[in-house]
């Protein structure tokens, strides 16, 4: 045999054996992709932000080291308030250790809640300017988590900061305006709750969430009374949703005997009602709530003049409505 044909029947049987490899290669690169055994290739973008770096961090061995580094250096950014270096920095980072859930919960963080902080408190900017990048930094840091519930969508921890922030009343306050944002909370902290990991606050919170979707309120109860049985006690804001939740199921049922029923006693009662119906920032329901506290004062014996119910009442809340 020649030498060029020893040549091309090498060539004919690398092929043929590559040919036969390739499927069973393809599998268990899927299987590996499959278990996030292997890390994601870097994009094109993150190899020009990184320049010369990029080389020898998309081998693998030196990407959660270089995005460890990455992270001191966006915390300076914020401590020198540079947000739109903050975000940049993340992005960055968030390429090169997409399975680390720490640099999507503290980018989000610096985005929605610091970001956002500081532009709405800056005034030396106009009041609508200050407005459009307090939300803009809002949206983008639930943007962010997003991003990174598709990425880690086994985790609750990500689940449960996007439930937060979709109800948080000093962010963009979605609750009042649409009950779609109560929808899309309850979904994240029930997914979380799937997984089987979630901290026993994320299903309380999804009761809160949960209760101030129109319409939801049999499920809401459902809920409560589930978490009831398993923490044997409440805080005092369950407390009262469950009384608004019993009351809205049946507004017939004597009030005093209600609230007998879920509070250890009067006194409690009034002291808690007191305290929400003053505070009432998440704009929690509060039906009954008014009638509950003119009987409890009837019965304590408080004045008219000192009555809660002469305070100020809950922003954009009419009194009316809560004596019907």
Known sequence: MTQRKKYWVLGVAMLVAGAVR??????????????????PKLEIGTGEKL????????????????????????????????WADVADTYDLIVDLAPRTRY???AGAWHLSNNAS??????????????KILWKSYIQAGRAFLERGIKNNPEHPLLYERLGHL?????????????????????????????TGGARSYTKRAALYSLARVPGREKEALDLLLEIKVE?????PSALTLHY?????RNPERPVLELVDEVFPSRKVSYAIFSKIWLRNREQFPMDGVAKAIGLLELE?????????????????IDSEEYFR
Not at 58 to 80: D, K, P, Q, V
């Open 103 to 105: 640099y999507w919960d």
């Open 22 to 39: 390739m499927p069973f290669e393809q599998q268990l690169t899927a299987d590996v992709k499959k278990e996030k055994l292997l890390s």
């Open 51 to 82: 320049g010369q770096t990029f080389y020898a961090v998309s081998l693998g061995g030196l990407r959660t080291l270089i995005a460890t580094f990455l992270n001191l250096r966006a915390y300076g950014y914020f401590e020198n308030q540079k």
């Open 166 to 194: 979709l109800a948080d009343p000093y962010r963009i306050q979605a609750f009042g305006d649409s009950a779609e944002a109560y929808e899309a909370s309850y979904a994240a902290f029930m997914a979380a709750l799937d």
């Open 300 to 316: 304590l014996g408080i004045s008219e003049d000192k009555s809660v119910l002469k305070q100020t009442l809950p922003p954009g």
């Open 244 to 248: 608004v939740l019993e009351f809205k």
């Open 231 to 235: 923490s044997k006690s409440l805080p």
């Open 117 to 130: 902080s500081h532009y709405i408190n800056d005034s030396k900017l106009p009041t609508l300017r200050r």
